[in-house]
Nanobody, 123 residues
Framework: QVQLMEYGGASVQAGGSLRLSCIAS????????LGWLRQVPGKGLEGIAA???????GYADSVKDRFIVSRDNSKNTLYLQMNNLQPEDTAIYYCAATYTVGRPLRAETYSYWGQGTQVTVSA
């Protein structure tokens, strides 16, 4: 069982930046593939960034070149650096973990989820 907790959600103006963090409670952290997904109320989950156990990353087109995912295995922490935020980035952001090898962006791939953190971007 893995418990995940996100931090760092806030309200910012368009063009601003935020860094989200996600701390995991597991002694096998380095073996998991990890992802960031987001959800707008009334819409489905969107996988936006993922990083595998080797540190290789993948991104959705909607955030590519603006967001950076990284992990610090010594701290059991996953990060999402979000730059040039836009109003359409407003959502609840979740971190998630899976034993599946790779950099999955599909929500159904993930077995463990955090509770989410709200990001609001105003025009």
């Amino acid at each position: 069982q893995v418990q995940l907790m996100e931090y760092g959600g806030a309200s910012v103006q368009a063009g601003g930046s935020l860094r989200l963090s996600c701390i995991a409670s597991t002694n096998q952290y380095r073996t998991y593939s990890l992802g960031w997904l987001r959800q707008v109320p009334g819409k489905g989950l969107e996988g936006i960034a993922a990083i595998d156990a080797k540190g290789e990353t993948g991104y959705a087109d909607s955030v590519k070149d603006r967001f950076i995912v990284s992990r610090d295995n010594s701290k059991n922490t996953l990060y999402l650096q979000m730059n040039n935020l836009q109003p359409e980035d407003t959502a609840i952001y979740y971190c998630a973990a899976t034993y599946t090898v790779g950099r999955p962006l599909r929500a159904e791939t993930y077995s463990y989820w955090g509770q989410g953190t709200q990001v609001t971007v105003s025009a």
